[in-house]
């Protein structure tokens, strides 16, 4: 029998709806007080395929894909797969009318084994082997984004047909924020300064080249950036710098890839990226930008990841234990950590914390969420408001986890990654399943 069933007084006082700025959409707590999300009970999927797991909702995915495509309708939208790249987004997001950017062999897989045309794919990242810049070239990928004057001549032999490639730019704009973030700056990994020597002897380069087209240039400036204005600061430096290569070289561009990195609020009450404003300011920068320079309006991609699928995501675990130290802080142990969530030890992020089987009526207490994992700082979440009557064997749900939360899992300790579960109008499935023990001794040798 639950507290409902016992008092039923406490149905009328319970909120219908969690906050859809964190949680996907249609989530919200059933006649039980358990949290549902697609129409399924969260602890009815930790039940059925155990915990840690992620759970996706597939209606989510889509309805930000066409959020993205109602804000910008001329300009190209490209799903960054490196912040969760398997077959069933690939496919959603390509059904939605997006296109996809991948940035190794393995992302180009799977795109490809999802049945994404290859001319909608897009080639990234700034150390490509040989073997990937081959693979992208034999499957005939629509762009490849170059980053470096070694893939100009590792493509200029390997392509046999004319191939279709960016040149990325650091269009100097610094984002502030956390350094591990920042790819807009002059003095990074990525790309080449804007206005720089070497910018403009790569450009040089590639049109020397008779198989390699150079159709535009690529920036991005960072993640989780919420203020729209620093878009178009990128928009007029990069149209100049297409101006000119027009002057130097009688060559005008036609395509202008704007990168993604559009924030997404991780907790109630955090900033988050404004899609229309985002839109009004890149079309005022670009009227503006191509009147100063007299050039013609360019094709506009844009490339969201996380602001696509992250809060999408749910991520359930089981309490293992809860803690409780003298003078000291309050311990609620999961079964999972940093092995299912690297970004709180990467970045700082971060995230809330509810419990997902129960509705919490009673009081409530501080408490840090630590992982299973033996580090120290394998914590999920700091000063989380929990039940106090928390106990072992309950379930709780960490919101807006779909980006880089599997792309950045290990198997630290040995722990299998955890499965991926999507769900839509009252269906679960399995789209990836959990890493077992046998699939990590597959790949021990030994002796």
């Known amino acids: 029998m639950t507290l409902l069933e016992i008092f039923p007084s406490l149905r009328s006082g319970m909120p219908s709806r969690l906050d859809s700025a964190v949680w996907p ?3 919200h707590y059933d006649d039980d007080g358990k949290i549902t999300l697609g129409g399924v009970a969260l602890a009815d999927i930790a039940d059925q395929y155990g915990t840690a797991t992620y759970v996706l909702d597939e209606h989510e995915v889509r309805t930000r894909c066409r959020a993205y495509k109602k804000a910008f309708p001329e300009a190209e939208i490209i799903y960054a797969g490196k912040a969760l790249m398997i077959r069933a987004v690939a496919e959603w997001v390509t059904q939605e009318g997006l296109s996809v950017d991948v940035c190794s062999a393995g992302e180009l897989a799977i795109a490809i084994a999802a049945g994404v045309d290859p001319k909608r794919i897009v080639l990234h990242g700034n150390g490509k082997s040989f073997d990937e810049l081959e693979a992208a070239v034999h499957s005939r990928v629509g762009r490849i984004v170059i980053d470096s004057m070694t893939e100009i001549t590792l493509l200029s032999a390997l392509a046999t047909r004319p191939q279709q490639v960016l040149l990325r730019l650091s269009p100097g704009i610094d984002v502030h924020g956390h350094p591990a973030v920042k790819t807009g700056v002059l003095d990074q990994k990525f790309g080449f300064p804007l206005g720089s020597d070497m910018a403009a002897e790569a450009v040089e380069r590639i049109m020397r080249q008779p ?57 109630s009450g955090d900033a ?32 969201p990841g996380r602001a696509i699928v992250a809060r999408a995501g749910v991520t359930l675990y089981r309490v293992l234990s809860v803690k409780h130290i003298d003078g000291g802080r309050t311990y609620v142990t999961v079964d999972g950590g940093m092995g299912d969530n690297a970004r709180v030890a990467l970045y700082g992020a971060n995230y809330e914390v509810v419990i997902a089987n129960r509705h919490p009526c009673g009081p409530q207490m501080t408490a840090t969420v630590a992982g299973r994992y033996c580090e120290a700082g394998d914590v999920l979440a700091t000063d989380i408001r929990l039940p106090a009557d928390l106990r072992p064997g309950e379930v709780l749900a960490v919101p807006c986890t779909g980006a880089y939360h599997h792309s950045l899992a290990s198997s630290y300790n040995s722990v299998g990654r955890p499965p991926i579960i999507a769900v839509r109008d009252g269906r679960a499935r399995q789209l990836i399943r959990r890493e077992t023990t046998d699939d990590l001794l597959a790949r021990d040798i030994g002796n």
């Open 25 to 27: 959409q249609d989530t």
């Open 211 to 267: 198989n390699l087209e150079l159709i535009g240039f690529h920036c991005h400036l960072g993640s989780q950036i919420y203020d729209p204005d620093h878009y178009g600061d990128a928009v007029r430096r990069m149209i100049a710098e297409m101006a000119r290569v027009r002057a130097d070289h009688g060559r005008i561009l036609t395509d202008l890839d704007l990168g993604g990195g559009h924030a997404v609020a991780y907790r």
């Open 272 to 303: 988050e990226m404004n899609l229309s404003e985002l839109a009004d300011i890149i079309d005022d920068a670009l009227d503006a930008a191509c009147a100063r320079n007299h050039f013609p309006r360019p094709n506009i991609a844009l490339e």
